[in-house]
């Protein structure tokens, strides 16, 4: 039985063909010119994130949480956009939440059907006792993904906001959320491997609805990281440099100031001229 992958964007043949016969110099060449129209793509879509981070938003400040779900790169997507939120902007680990179909083994090695199964998806947002202050977004460059169908349908439901990110149109996905993001970026340079021009413009449109919905609750001032974990380094220096340029004064002082209070936020807001 046809699963109709041949009416998908997704899924039909590359612009380029005889892939093996090229020079590496071809091949990169060739697939940074398929990338250059990924952000073209996004760029349609900006109505529709801002739509959904404009519904995000006040969830967020009553206590709400982003969960994200996903198979195969696109769950993976999620994950990666969900960890970084607390290095980044400071907030707590569970604010940001990403899920992929068939759990955190599947992060490095593929799970047998783990994407079909359209129960599996609601079942494992029960266990982060998912509510109607959160806000569920299913992420699947074929936009037909069972796990994620299923686990929208159900939490819709359930009175929880729904969006989703897709690179089809008048997908099963973007019928169940109701905030549906669909970024268009057609054949990929190699037919169907969707980790690539989808999935770059899966990871531009998670940037900007993250980004710019810890914005939006206060996680950056000017446009500094003032509340990113200060975990190595590199990332206490950058923030000496932050407190250096705010409060212009010398590299010990801010560095003493960034030891003790813990944050450019604190070190700047407890400073005493």
């Given at each position: 039985m046809s699963l109709g992958l041949e009416k998908l964007a997704t899924e039909s043949s590359s612009h380029y063909d005889n892939l093996e016969k090229m020079s590496v110099r071809e091949l990169l060449v060739?697939?940074?010119?398929?990338?250059?129209?990924?952000?073209?793509?996004?760029?349609?879509?900006?109505?529709?994130?801002?739509?959904?981070?404009?519904?995000?938003v006040?969830?967020?400040?009553?206590?709400?949480?982003?969960?994200?779900?996903?198979?195969?790169?696109?769950?993976?997507l999620g994950i990666v956009d969900a960890s970084e939120c607390p290095p980044t902007f400071g907030v707590p680990h569970g604010m940001?939440?990403?899920?992929?179909?068939?759990?955190?083994?599947?992060?490095?090695?593929?799970?047998?059907n783990a994407e079909d199964d359209i129960e599996q998806a609601w079942i494992d947002l029960e266990k982060y006792k998912i509510n109607?202050?959160?806000?569920?977004?299913?992420?699947?460059?074929?936009?037909?993904t069972p796990y994620v169908?299923?686990?929208l349908r159900t939490a819709r439901q359930h009175g929880i906001l729904t969006g989703c990110v897709v690179c089809n149109t008048g997908s099963a996905i973007a019928a169940e959320a109701e905030y549906p993001v669909e970024a268009v970026v057609g054949p990929e340079f190699v037919t169907?491997?969707?980790?690539?021009?989808?999935?770059?413009?899966?990871?531009?449109?998670?940037?900007?609805?993250?980004?710019?919905?810890?914005?939006?609750?206060?996680?950056?001032?000017?446009?500094?990281?003032?509340?990113?974990?200060?975990?190595?380094?590199?990332?206490?220096?950058?923030?000496?440099?932050?407190?250096?340029?705010?409060?212009?004064?010398?590299?010990?002082?801010?560095?003493?100031?960034?030891?003790?209070?813990?944050?450019?936020r604190n070190a700047i807001d407890n400073y005493k001229n």
């Open positions: 060739n697939i940074n010119n398929e990338d250059k129209t990924v952000p073209h793509a996004v760029e349609k879509c900006i109505p529709q994130i801002e739509a959904l981070v404009s519904q995000i006040p969830r967020m400040k009553a206590g709400g949480r982003i969960f994200y779900i996903g198979a195969g790169t696109s769950g993976r940001v939440v990403g899920i992929m179909a068939g759990g955190d083994k599947a992060i490095r090695k593929a799970v047998e109607e202050k959160d806000t569920l977004i299913g992420i699947a460059a074929s936009g037909r169908v299923g686990g169907g491997s969707t980790r690539m021009k989808a999935g770059t413009a899966q990871k531009l449109v998670l940037n900007m609805i993250s980004t710019s919905v810890m914005i939006q609750l206060g996680r950056v001032r000017g446009n500094k990281m003032v509340d990113m974990q200060l975990t190595n380094l590199k990332l206490i220096e950058r923030a000496t440099r932050m407190v250096m340029n705010e409060l212009k004064i010398p590299h010990d002082e801010a560095h003493a100031l960034v030891l003790q209070y813990g944050s450019v």
